[in-house]
């Protein structure tokens, strides 16, 4: 592979790398603005029980995984080197 291929995949893998936060900052967005017309719209008409948990809750862990998906395994530490990162470690513990 020459130089210019390279260039081009990490560019097109930074690329889908960006469209991936972008699309969960809009998933983050549209969740902050839609819960809140949720719960008012429940407490407005049916206060006795309320129902937007089941919203918030289910709604929030498929943000969550989203999160997940794109920052949180990073931030774990659990990427695509981690079982050769580990291994190097426990390697050079045993030394």
Sequence with gaps: MDS???????????QKRVKDIKGFYTH?????????????????????????WFSVYGWGSGLFIHWLTVFGFKLLGIGKNWEEKKIKEFMNENN
């Design 28 to 52: 983050l967005t549209i969740y902050c603005l839609i819960i809140p017309v949720i719960i008012f719209m429940n407490l407005k008409f049916e206060p006795h029980f309320h129902w937007f």
């Design 4 to 14: 210019n291929q390279i260039q081009q995949q990490r560019y097109l893998k930074a």
